[in-house]
Every structure is written in C-alpha cells, then in structure tokens.
C-alpha cells in the first residue's frame, strides 16, 4: 500500500504521515528533508540556491546531512523553496523517491508533490492544510522550543512567501491531487486529525478494492 501525503508548511503532514506508517506498520520517507540536504548542501559550498547549476551540484550530498538537525531551520526550508523549484533538482531527487514508494509492501511518503508526481498510483492520497495563521503559531512555537527568538510576524511572512512559491512554480507546484481526500487540520488536535486521517485513508482504500473487482 502506497499512501502519498501532500500539503503546505506546518500543516501537520509530516506528524500525520508518520501516525500513518507506525498505524500500517509501513517505511517511511520525509521527502522535504532530501530538498532541505541540497539547501544545506547549497550553503555549505557558498554555492547560490537561484543558479540551476549551482543547485544541481549540490545534489550529491553526503548521506550524513540527512540527520542533521540544522536541515529543520527556517532558513534551510525558504533555501529548500527556492532550490525544490529547479526542475534539474527535482530530476535528480525524482529516482529516489519513486524506488521508496515502490518498494515491496509499500510506504508512506509526505511532500508536495507525491500524489501528483512522486506515486500518482498512490492507493490513498491526502492533502493536509490548515490556515496560514495556524501553520505560522505551530511553526513558531516549534522554533521557540529549539532555542529560536524569531517573531511571529517573520514567521508567517516566511510561511506565506514558501507557499507562494510552492505554488507559482511551473515544476510540480503543490497543488492536491484531483483524487486526494482534503484534511483541514486547522482547528484538529493532533489525535483528531490523526483518527480522520485513518477515516480517510480506510474509505479511499475500499473504494480502490471496490473498483478492482467491478
Ligand atoms: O516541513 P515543511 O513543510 O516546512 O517543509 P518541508 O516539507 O521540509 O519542505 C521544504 C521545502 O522543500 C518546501 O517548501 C518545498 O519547496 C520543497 N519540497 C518540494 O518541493 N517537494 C517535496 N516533495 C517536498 C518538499
Ligand atoms: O510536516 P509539516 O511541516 O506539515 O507539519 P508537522 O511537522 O507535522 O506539524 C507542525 C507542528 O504542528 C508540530 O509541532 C505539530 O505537533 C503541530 N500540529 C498541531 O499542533 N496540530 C495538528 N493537528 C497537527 C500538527
């Protein structure tokens, strides 16, 4: 069972996602950590995120940034917008992502762009979102922990710049699959949305068996 998990910043995709593959005992894959390895990667080298080259360089990362917690930063993550726009990065990360989806068994994969590029064959397919203003006091409350000082304000400007340009880009923008079940966690509790995140993936994948036999 492939179960593809899309959505915008801070929308609680990554805890949903994860929920989901401990719930169906399934691998798990956070595609935006391999974007934020070439954003690292792209400062690491003084390398320049907007230049193509520059970031398809940077590709060929060390295995070992992936546990770095500096990748979680929110300079990495605007620096991963920018770089996740080049369709030469997303090529060069594309191979990777589909091996794991397709491994034997299954996965769960969250993203922007799984139900849409990475496994539109996805047995079930959610696109989380929640409002700006959510996402941007959830992400706030996430750097305070680690020690930040950031403001609100810079917080939710920088959520509703990284949205704009998931969105604008003309390589795999985020966007919802036309088939993916919307989840507004918005005003859920973590359990709420977790327990409708089952709902919904149970009904998605009757449905398909449903369709399979005629
Ligand atoms: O956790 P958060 O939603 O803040 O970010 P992330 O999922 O780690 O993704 C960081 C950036 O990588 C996003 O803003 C996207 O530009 C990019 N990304 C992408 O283009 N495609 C994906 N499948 C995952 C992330
Ligand atoms: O992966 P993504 O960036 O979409 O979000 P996340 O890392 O799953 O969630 C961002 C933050 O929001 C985390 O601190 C979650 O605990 C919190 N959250 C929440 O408060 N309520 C939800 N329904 C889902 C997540």
Redesign the pocket.
């Known amino acids: 069972m492939i179960i593809a998990v899309d ?1 915008p ?8 996602a994860r929920a989901l593959a401990s719930h169906y005992r399934l691998p798990y894959l956070d595609t935006g950590l391999l974007y934020r390895a070439v954003a690292a990667n792209v400062a690491r080298h003084d390398l320049d995120p907007a230049i193509e080259a520059d970031a398809v360089a940077a590709c060929d990362f060390d295995e070992a940034l992936l546990d770095d917690p500096a990748l979680r930063d929110d300079e990495t993550g605007k620096r991963a917008s920018i770089v996740s726009a080049h369709p030469l990065v997303r090529a060069a990360l594309f191979h990777r992502q589909r091996r794991f989806a397709n491994q034997p068994g299954g996965a769960v994969l ?1 993203g922007r762009d799984i139900g849409t590029v990475i496994a539109p064959e996805a047995d079930a397919k959610l696109f ?1 979102k929640a409002t700006p203003t959510i996402r941007a006091r ?2 706030h ?2 750097l305070r922990e680690r020690g930040s000082n950031v403001s609100m304000d810079k917080v939710l400007a920088d959520i509703r710049a990284r949205d704009l340009r998931d969105s604008m880009r003309s390589s795999a923008p985020l966007v919802a699959a036309n088939d993916a079940a919307l989840l507004d ?1 918005s005003f ?3 359990e709420a ?1 977790l327990k409708r995140a089952i709902e919904l993936v149970e009904r998605q994948v009757k449905l398909k068996a449903e369709r399979a036999r005629g």
């Open positions: 959505g910043a801070a929308s609680g995709k990554g805890t949903i969250d989380v959830r992400r409350s996430e966690t859920l509790s973590i949305a």
